[in-house]
Structure formats: structure tokens, C-alpha cells
């Protein structure tokens, strides 16, 4: 359904969803996370871009629900430099601006990839939400969803199209178990048992290198989105 | 003329950001003057018969294939509050986006490569619309029923209302709807001839200044 050349209209920005930039060159890879409030998500991207800004060129989306604060908390820990870090207004429904109508959020990550040139990644991270928030197929070409220990041992079990069908499952704040009594074995028979191959990662962002497997799954899917394979 | 194309265009899940804009609600609510379903109307039907009608009119010219650039200036015109402003070139760009994917045309093309940074909304619902082979009056419609079911929503959102009552509102200016409706698209079937001056230029002083402050908010659950 592409009716024009991207020269004739540069600005067509219909299915931001498209691999390539005009060039033919590979655009970033977006990454999206979300999972409930306050599970360590904006923790999860600011270790990220700690561990990954010397090798890669990265930027940051953020999806508060009715402040600045996650863009704000990214900016002050001078995780990247501000220009670099976006923050989209979500009108109180975080899922609704990353999965039903994602023009928005669509619109800060071409801004950021005009105003960036070369960039390699783009973490779009969503506002707190639900068991059921999944970002669109058309703004994210992979997803995390993070969880953490502390809101009960039984959230693998429960399941909903976050934690089955994200391409990878974070369980953050592994640190906590102990003191909320959580059974970290059980939660990972539970989310194996939902989620089939697709892999799981138990993290502590308290812990030195607490994000290294997650910042490796990066790396390799992006390595696998340069080369083009599908992510 | 396809009536369903209207609905789609109509429906508020059509996916072009209206869900994070309250339509000015949001500052309303704060400063108390909604807080029921009865100042809830009272401000709905103030707004269709001020900034409703100005982008009813526009909606409806952009529809006719009237010169979208002359439009968007009209508009401009029409929008003295630069936060609204901002807010309308956002809005049309995600409207753009939304229909150039919908109902793929020539005239879109060539109002997004003029606008790239984004046309003003309500011409871009008409020149939406038109795509959509639908009338003037019907992006008229479109455009008024968009500028009072936003709000509703919000304020659903805001005040925990109840939605059979916000609901009910809106039934309940349906008349006055198809009226400014109207109203928006005589005065488009005349600028062909004598330009864009005879498009309604109503406008709501409150409702500018409110947003010019809610711009300014800190913390808020609405991007306007
Ligand atoms: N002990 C412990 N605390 C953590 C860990 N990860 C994050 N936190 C803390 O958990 C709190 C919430 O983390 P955020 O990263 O803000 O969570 P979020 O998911 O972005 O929250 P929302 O955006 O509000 O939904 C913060 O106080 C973090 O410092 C962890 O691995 N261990
Ligand atoms: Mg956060």
C-alpha cells in the first residue's frame, strides 16, 4: 500500500512501522517496556543506557501517565544527554497511547530519529499499567515486560498478554524476596510454564552489573536486527 | 458518499491522539466550573458554538477541496492562543498520519509535504474526509461531534462521572450539533467564490486562556 516514492513526500509518515529509512539504510530498533507501576521500568532503561551508551547510539521515550517524571528522573541521572529524551502525554491511558492509537508516540521517535542521525536504539518505555498492556506491532519492534518480586509470588501464574507473550520477561528486585516472602523458584516454573520458549530474567538493579543479561538481550537483538532478520 | 466511512472517521478509537487532549476540560475541572453533568453540558454546548463552529466551518471547506493552505491560515487566524495552535498542528499531524493510511490520497500527499509540520486539525479532518469521499457537511459533523465527545470522555476520566449520564450529554446536544453542523457547511459552500472570510471566526476567550495556563501545569493527566 505504498502509493509514493519517499522522495516525492519525505514527510509520509504513514506506517512508522516500515525497517528502512529513505536511504535504505536500517532505521533503530525500538524496544518497548512496560509492565505494572513501579516494577523498576525507567530503572531497567537508565541501567541500560548506562551499560550500553559507549558502544551504541540510544534514545530514551517515556509514557508518564500525568507527570514528567520518568523523562525528568532519566535527565537528572544524566543517563543521556536531555536531548535524547522524550516525553509523550498519555490523557490517563498509558495502554491506550502504546497499543490503540500510537500516533504520539509514533511522532517522538521520528523526532528523535531526524533530530539524532544514526541512531541504534530507541527504548520507549510505558507508563505504569495493567497485566494486559502490550505495545503495537507498529511503534515497537520488541518487547519487555517487567515485573517485580515484590508485588506477589503469583503474578507469573496469573498471566495476561504481558507476561505471555512479551519477548522477554523481566522479574525485578530478586534483592526483595526474602523480605516479602517470595518464592523465586515458583516464579519461574509459572512463567515458563505461560510463556513456552520465550525467554525469562531474573534481575537485581540494586546488584553491580544487576542488567547485564538484559543489556546482552539487547545487543543480540539488535546485532539480529542489523542484519535483518526479523526481530 | 459512504455513511460508514463518516462513522469510522467519527469513531474515537479512529487512532489520530484525540484520547490524550481533554478539549480544555481538564483546566475547567480544576477551576471548578465542571463538575456535573450539568456544567458538563454547559460547557460542551459552549464550545460547539464557539471554537466548535470556527472548526466545523474549516473542517467543512478543507471537504469542499477548497486551497488547504489558505484554510490552515484561516485557521491561524482563528486561533489566537499559541498552546491551541501548538496543539491543533500536533493534532493535525497525527490526523494526517491516521488518514493517509486510511484513505490514501493525492490531496493528503500534498497537504502533508506543504505541512510537514503539521496542518491545523480541523483542515485535515476535511481534507480527511474528502479522501474518505465524504460531503462537506458530514466533515462538518465530524468535526463538531469531535470537539464535544473529546471532553466528555475526559471528563469521565477526571470526575469519575458516571458515563450513561456524559453519555446522555451528548445525546442531549445532538440538535444543536446538527445545527452548528449545518450552519458550518453553508457558509463553506461560499468561499469558493468569496474566500475564506465568511468562514465562522467564533471563538472562546476562557477557554484560550485556560489553556494557556494548563500548558503551563506541572502535573496533568491531559496533553491540553
Ligand atoms: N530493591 C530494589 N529496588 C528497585 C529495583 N529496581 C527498581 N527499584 C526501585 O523501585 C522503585 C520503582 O522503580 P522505577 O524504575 O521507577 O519503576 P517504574 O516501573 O518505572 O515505575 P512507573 O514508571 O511509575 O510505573 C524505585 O524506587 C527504584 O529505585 C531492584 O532491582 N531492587
Ligand atoms: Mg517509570
Given at each position: 500500500?505504498?502509493?509514493?516514492?519517499?522522495?516525492?513526500?519525505?514527510?509520509?509518515?504513514?506506517?512508522?512501522?516500515?525497517?528502512?529509512?529513505?536511504?535504505?539504510?536500517?532505521?533503530?530498533?525500538?524496544?518497548?517496556?512496560?509492565?505494572?507501576?513501579?516494577?523498576?521500568?525507567?530503572?531497567?532503561?537508565?541501567?541500560?543506557?548506562?551499560?550500553?551508551?559507549?558502544?551504541?547510539?540510544?534514545?530514551?521515550?517515556?509514557?508518564?501517565?500525568?507527570?514528567?517524571?520518568?523523562?525528568?528522573?532519566?535527565?537528572?541521572?544524566?543517563?543521556?544527554?536531555?536531548?535524547?529524551?522524550?516525553?509523550?502525554?498519555?490523557?490517563?491511558?498509558?495502554?491506550?497511547?502504546?497499543?490503540?492509537?500510537?500516533?504520539?508516540?509514533?511522532?517522538?521517535?521520528?523526532?528523535l530519529e531526524e533530530s539524532l542521525p544514526a541512531l541504534d536504539l530507541i527504548l520507549v518505555e510505558s507508563g505504569g499499567d495493567n497485566l494486559t498492556a502490550t505495545f503495537s506491532r507498529?511503534?515497537?519492534?520488541?518487547?519487555?515486560?517487567?515485573?517485580?518480586?515484590?508485588?506477589?509470588?503469583?503474578?507469573?501464574?496469573?498471566?495476561?498478554?504481558?507476561?505471555?507473550?512479551?519477548?522477554?520477561?523481566?522479574?525485578?528486585?530478586?534483592?526483595?524476596?526474602?523480605?516479602?516472602?517470595?518464592?523465586?523458584?515458583?516464579?519461574?516454573?509459572?512463567?515458563?510454564?505461560?510463556?513456552?520458549?520465550?525467554?525469562?530474567?531474573?534481575?537485581?538493579?540494586?546488584?553491580?552489573?544487576?542488567?547485564?543479561?538484559?543489556?546482552?538481550?539487547?545487543?543480540?537483538?539488535?546485532?539480529?536486527?542489523?542484519?535483518?532478520?526479523?526481530? | 458518499?459512504?455513511?460508514?466511512?463518516?462513522?469510522v472517521l467519527a469513531d474515537g478509537r479512529f487512532p489520530a491522539g484525540g484520547h490524550a487532549h481533554s478539549g480544555g476540560v481538564e483546566a475547567a475541572v480544576a477551576a471548578g466550573t465542571?463538575?456535573?453533568?450539568?456544567?458538563?453540558?454547559?460547557?460542551?454546548?459552549?464550545?460547539?458554538?464557539?471554537?466548535?463552529?470556527?472548526?466545523?466551518?474549516?473542517?467543512?471547506?478543507?471537504?469542499?477541496?477548497?486551497?488547504?493552505?489558505?484554510?490552515?491560515?484561516?485557521?491561524?487566524?482563528?486561533?489566537?492562543?499559541?498552546?491551541?495552535?501548538?496543539?491543533?498542528?500536533?493534532?493535525?499531524?497525527?490526523?494526517?498520519?491516521?488518514?493517509?493510511?486510511?484513505?490514501?490520497?493525492?490531496?493528503?500527499?500534498?497537504?502533508?509535504?506543504?505541512?510537514?509540520?503539521?496542518?491545523?486539525?480541523?483542515?485535515?479532518?476535511?481534507?480527511?474526509?474528502?479522501?474518505?469521499?465524504?460531503?462537506?457537511?458530514?466533515?462538518?459533523?465530524?468535526?463538531?461531534?469531535?470537539?464535544?465527545?473529546?471532553?466528555?470522555?475526559?471528563?469521565?476520566?477526571?470526575?469519575?462521572?458516571?458515563?450513561?449520564?456524559?453519555?446522555?450529554?451528548?445525546?442531549?446536544?445532538?440538535?444543536?450539533?446538527?445545527?452548528?453542523?449545518?450552519?458550518?457547511?453553508?457558509?463553506?459552500?461560499?468561499?469558493?467564490?468569496?474566500?475564506?472570510?465568511?468562514?465562522?471566526?467564533?471563538?472562546?476567550?476562557?477557554?484560550?486562556?485556560?489553556?494557556?495556563?494548563?500548558?503551563?501545569?506541572?502535573?496533568?493527566?491531559?496533553?491540553?
Open positions: 500500500m505504498h502509493l509514493d516514492h519517499p522522495v516525492t513526500a519525505p514527510q509520509r509518515h504513514t506506517y512508522g512501522a516500515e525497517p528502512f529509512h529513505a536511504d535504505g539504510s536500517r532505521r533503530a530498533l525500538r524496544v518497548g517496556l512496560g509492565g505494572p507501576v513501579g516494577s523498576g521500568k525507567t530503572a531497567t532503561v537508565a541501567a541500560l543506557c548506562r551499560a550500553l551508551r559507549t558502544q551504541l547510539s540510544i534514545a530514551v521515550v517515556t509514557n508518564d501517565i500525568y507527570t514528567r517524571e520518568d523523562a525528568a528522573f532519566l535527565r537528572r541521572e544524566a543517563v543521556l544527554p536531555p536531548e535524547r529524551i522524550t516525553a509523550v502525554e498519555t490523557g490517563a491511558c498509558p495502554h491506550t497511547a502504546i497499543r490503540d492509537d500510537i500516533s504520539a508516540n509514533l511522532e517522538a521517535v521520528e523526532q507498529g511503534l515497537v519492534d520488541t518487547q519487555i515486560f517487567v515485573i517485580d518480586v515484590s508485588s506477589g509470588d503469583d503474578i507469573p501464574r496469573k498471566g495476561g498478554p504481558g507476561i505471555t507473550t512479551a519477548d522477554l520477561l523481566i522479574v525485578n528486585k530478586t534483592d526483595l524476596a526474602p523480605y516479602v516472602g517470595a518464592d523465586l523458584n515458583t516464579m519461574a516454573t509459572d512463567a515458563h510454564k505461560q510463556r513456552g520458549d520465550l525467554p525469562v530474567v531474573f534481575t537485581s538493579l540494586t546488584a553491580p552489573d544487576g542488567i547485564g543479561q538484559v543489556a546482552a538481550w539487547i545487543t543480540g537483538r539488535l546485532t539480529a536486527w542489523q542484519a535483518g532478520a526479523t526481530s | 458518499m459512504s455513511r460508514a466511512a463518516l462513522l465542571v463538575r456535573d453533568p450539568a456544567s458538563l453540558e454547559a460547557f460542551c454546548r459552549g464550545r460547539l458554538h464557539t471554537t466548535g463552529l470556527t472548526g466545523a466551518g474549516l473542517a467543512a471547506a478543507a471537504a469542499t477541496g477548497y486551497d488547504a493552505l489558505a484554510l490552515d491560515e484561516a485557521a491561524d487566524a482563528r486561533t489566537p492562543a499559541p498552546a491551541l495552535r501548538r496543539v491543533a498542528r500536533r493534532l493535525g499531524r497525527q490526523m494526517m498520519r491516521a488518514a493517509r493510511a486510511t484513505w490514501p490520497s493525492d490531496g493528503l500527499d500534498r497537504l502533508a509535504h506543504d505541512r510537514p509540520q503539521g496542518a491545523h486539525q480541523p483542515v485535515v479532518l476535511g481534507a480527511a474526509a474528502r479522501s474518505a469521499g465524504l460531503a462537506p457537511l458530514e466533515a462538518a459533523h465530524a468535526a463538531a461531534y469531535e470537539g464535544v465527545g473529546g471532553p466528555a470522555t475526559a471528563a469521565v476520566r477526571l470526575l469519575s462521572l458516571d458515563p450513561f449520564h456524559a453519555t446522555a450529554v451528548l445525546a442531549r446536544l445532538a440538535g444543536d450539533l446538527d445545527h452548528i453542523a449545518d450552519r458550518a457547511a453553508s457558509a463553506a459552500a461560499r468561499v469558493a467564490a468569496e474566500g475564506t472570510g465568511v468562514l465562522p471566526a467564533a471563538s472562546a476567550p476562557l477557554l484560550d486562556l485556560a489553556a494557556e495556563q494548563h500548558a503551563a501545569w506541572p502535573v496533568r493527566l491531559f496533553a491540553s
